[in-house]
């Protein structure tokens, strides 16, 4: 008896031991939302196909959303997944849906109607919404003036929030939405007429203004506002944590500040004539010179638009193009420059690229490597226009004043100094007309911009096709190939 007491005992103990495991075992934390993604290494994000955030050239991915995801990414030590949605709405329901995007990326605006459906980051980029008409209609000056007026929206946007807000005090006021349209699409439709207004953010006008010269900002739409990530509902903010942490360090170290410069910082250049003449140029000069562009920058191995988009600084692609100084030709060379390049006929078209395109990668090639890309594109551009020596001095002087030699943003506020003799007195070049190289720079930045939008295939379903928002008169003819800038 004793026995099968002391028997009952220990299976007692035995159960109340493998009970309490089992309980403890039921009881594991489960991984937070930001270690579940770093133990799968993918951070998955969800934005929009569109020249400000996302798109994809022949030399891979590209934007401002994309940038700066990508670069989230490897803070967090893991591979970024990109995926297209098709609307907004497409957004919000799959950032919400099991086993869903992680996070949204795809210049949205923070607005209280988006509260209820999904939580927001820190802002990153400030912007206006802006009242879009075109240039011979009658300008709108305030929202009384919207009533009456064919106005279209993208679903699901905040600009459709705001109207329908707006529809309290102004109850004649109509508009339309439409989740079939991105915003280029409607800056199109307000181009050619089909609509009479509609509503984008100052970002997205400044990126696509220039591909429709008749499309103008009538007045901004109530206060800035600025752009957010976007995460689904849900109790485990983890990865919101990481993403605020990421993004405030990315303001303080300068990383917001380098992407505004790279896509925005040199895309109202060109101003309402500028823009109208390069489309227009685009189509009818641009055919005649392509294929020397092309097979040019196959041989150099450079992006054979970087070379169009010299050619377009230096003459509005016209091979007899002659300046006050003695520069000649379609790519503006020197005579000395073009005797060092081989070429014999500054005035011959094919001449003039081969040279001009064989001499921007001599100076290219010859930067010190600390200067790494797209810094290195940039600055050789800046040689190509005023020369390797002042350059030098430039970076030296952004050097002395506690900035990075090697970083464009920097040095392109000295180059001006080169001008003003407190400064290019102590330089070993001395004098240059310093602000030129940084206008020449940011024109050409913006043509490159242009031409790789144009010559780009759009998205549709996760698929490359072609998009009828191309400009018209690019070759076709030579094989779908293209090489990185340098």
Partial sequence: MFAQTAFRKRCTAWLLATGIFLMLGSCAVEPSELERIQEEGVLRVI???????????????????????????????????????????????????????????????????????????????????????????QRPRRPEELVGRRILVLKGSVHAERLRAMQAELPGLQFEESDAFEVVDLLRMVDEGQIDLTLVESNELAMNQVYFSNVRSAFDLGESTNLVWMLGQGEDDSLLAAANEFLDKARKNGTLQTLRERYYGHVDVLGYVGAYAFAQHLQQRLPRYEKTFRETGRKHGVDWRLLAAIGYQESH??????????????????????????????????????????????????LPDSIQEPDRTWFALAAYNVGGGHLEDARKLAEAEGLDPNKWLDVKQMLPRLAQKQWYSKTRYGYARGGEPVHFVANIRRYYDILTWVTQPQMEGGQLVNGEMHVPGIYAGEPQETLPPL
């Fill in 47 to 137: 934005t929009r196909n569109s020249p400000s955030t996302y798109f994809q050239d022949r030399n891979g991915d590209a934007g401002f959303e994309y940038e700066l995801a990508k670069r989230f990414a490897a803070h967090l030590g893991v591979d970024l997944q990109i995926e297209t949605a098709d609307n907004l709405d497409d957004i919000f329901y799959r950032l919400n849906r099991p086993n869903g995007p992680a996070l949204a990326a795809a210049g949205l605006v923070a607005s209280d109607v988006r509260r209820d459906q999904v939580r927001f980051t820190h802002p990153y980029l400030e912007v206006t919404t802006q009242v879009i008409y075109r240039k011979d209609q």
């Fill in 317 to 366: 692609w016209q091979p007899e193009a002659t300046s006050k100084t003695g520069v000649r030709g379609l790519m503006m060379l020197t005579l000395r420059t073009a005797n060092a390049m081989g070429v014999s006929n500054r005035l011959d078209p094919v001449q003039s690229i081969e040279g001009g395109g064989k001499y921007f990668v001599k100076i290219h090639n010859g």
